[in-house]
């Protein structure tokens, strides 16, 4: 079926979304759901790596999306404050910690420290005993080692926050592993007394025999020395979050490789009747430009905060030739902005399935879809009010007379319908792909329509327009967790 849409039609939804200034038109759920969004879940005493952008920026964004929609999100970030680790950092934190360095840089030192007691354990097995030993004494109760234990989280979490600071990311409830603690031999209990778990050579197992993927594949959830495991606190996790906080959905941002993990916990929640609507948001590697996987040069993990320091550095060298006279303090602004937005925006402009190799001269580029195209789409929006003089004021009669006016406009209403595609399917890069659509559409506007230069209603006409182009950028560029900068 073919149709066109009448120059009144269109005049009338320029006047609608421009009234609507806060939503443009994206209507609210007529469903909304409490949901919990589990992302980024980084591991106590370790820095954040490059692994964790696409979780912790992708989770971000789905969270935004799903409250501006109209739905409850609750994000917890589920930290690995519990495990084998600690045994190390325990026995390292008595025997080789630097306090200067601890207090200085914190997150550095405490993985130093771990890094040094993993390679003495592997020249020497009996302190592999010795560090199991601290973790025995921390689980039962040890004021040293609880102490010591609660001081590696405080620190730990300090030094995250300066990360999620810098990308704008909150969290409602940081409810690590060692939250549910109490909680997991009384759910082993209750899965064996429904039925739903067995012993199996000592240890307590779910086996899915009624499950053809998963009929080889049995969950262990206590190992026969009585040790939980990641199922077992999953499982106590889906319980609070249900019961506690009300879940009717729970999403986890992970990466691919759990894809088995998460199957069979989703299954296990099924055989408990429980009915919330569990969704395992995957997603794929960040590589190279040899298409392995992202390290630094001497083989080790990229760290987060140096690809963040570094994008940051990166924007203001560009900002440095292009616009050298603006003042110090508002270029280290605007190469935050441009820095920060370049990062989140080369991960979600991609599908979250796949793998994508990570390219500053890309991520930076003015041209192609970047952010900063996006984003100087956007300023040149704003450049037009500040040569103006004055804030957008609605005024006179809407008058479209040219072809890149109406494609311009056409493709701003879409924004209504493109938001809520994002959670269909969890794909912040549809949101993505249409802004790029968006800012090119608007650059050709801008070339074969002068604004300030007409007069009468065809002036006001495209100023509005104008006016709506920046709306619709700024508020799907906030979806996507990046901000705006009037100046580039």
């Not at 004021?143 to 979490?157: F, G, M, P, Y």
């Not at 026969?224 to 606190?233: E, W």
């Not at 370049?342 to 990570?358: G, H, N, P």
């Amino acid at each position: 079926v073919n149709f066109r849409l009448t120059t009144a039609a269109l005049t009338e939804r320029l006047d609608d979304l421009l009234s609507d200034e806060e939503r443009l038109g994206v209507a609210l759920s007529d469903q909304p759901k409490t949901i919990v969004s589990d992302f980024s879940a980084p591991n106590v005493a370790k820095p954040m790596h490059v692994g964790h952008i696409r979780s912790t920026i992708i989770g971000d964004s789905l969270t935004r999306i799903a409250r501006f929609l109209g739905h409850r999100v609750i994000a917890d970030n589920h930290i690995g404050d519990w495990g084998t680790q600690f045994g190390m950092i325990l026995w390292g934190w008595k025997n080789l910690l630097d306090e200067v360095a601890l207090e200085t840089d914190p997150i550095p030192e405490l993985l130093r420290v771990y890094r040094e007691v993993n390679a003495l354990t592997k020249e020497d097995e009996s302190l592999r005993d010795v560090c199991k030993a601290e973790l025995v004494s921390l689980q039962k109760g040890d004021a040293e080692n609880l102490a010591i234990w609660e001081r590696c989280i405080e620190l730990s979490k300090l030094g995250l926050q300066k990360i999620y600071d810098r990308l704008n990311v909150s969290f409602d409830y940081w409810l690590g592993e060692s939250y549910y603690n109490d909680q997991l031999a009384p759910l082993v209990d209750d899965l064996i007394a429904n039925g739903i778990a067995e012993e199996s050579e000592g240890a307590i197992c779910v086996f899915f025999r009624d499950d053809e993927k998963l009929a080889d594949k049995p969950a262990l959830i206590r190992k026969s020395d009585g040790g939980f495991l990641y199922a077992t606190t999953d499982l106590a996790t889906i319980d609070y979050r249900i019961s506690a906080l009300g879940a009717d959905a729970i999403w986890y941002v992970v990466g691919a490789p759990q894809q088995l993990h998460f199957d069979q916990i989703f299954s296990i929640s099924a055989k408990r009747g429980q009915t919330a609507d569990l969704q395992f948001i995957a997603f794929g590697s960040i590589l190279g430009k040899d298409r392995k996987m992202l390290r630094t040069r001497s083989g080790e993990t990229v760290q987060l905060a140096d690809v963040l320091a570094e994008a940051v550095d990166r924007a203001k060298l560009i900002i440095e030739v292009k616009n050298p006279e603006l003042p110090e303090t508002e270029k280290n602004e605007i190469a935050e902005v441009i820095g920060i937005g370049s990062v989140k925006y080369a991960e979600l402009s991609q599908f979250r399935m796949t793998d994508y190799i990570f390219d500053w001269d890309t991520m930076l580029s003015l041209k192609g879809n970047t952010a900063p195209y996006l984003l100087n789409a956007y300023v040149r929006t704003r450049a037009i009010f500040r040569k103006l003089g004055t804030p957008f004021v609605k005024d006179g009669t809407i008058v479209l007379t040219e072809e890149a006016e109406k494609d311009l406009l056409l493709k701003l209403a879409q924004f209504a319908e493109i938001v809520p595609m994002v959670l269909v399917d969890f794909r912040p890069n549809a949101l993505a792909a249409y802004l790029y659509e968006v800012a090119t559409t608007y650059h050709k506007f801008w070339e074969a329509c002068p604004v300030l230069r007409e007069e009468g209603d065809v002036r006001n006409t495209r100023l509005a327009i104008c006016e709506l182009t920046g709306r619709v950028l700024r508020c799907g560029l906030g979806l996507l967790g990046i901000r705006t900068t009037e100046r580039m």
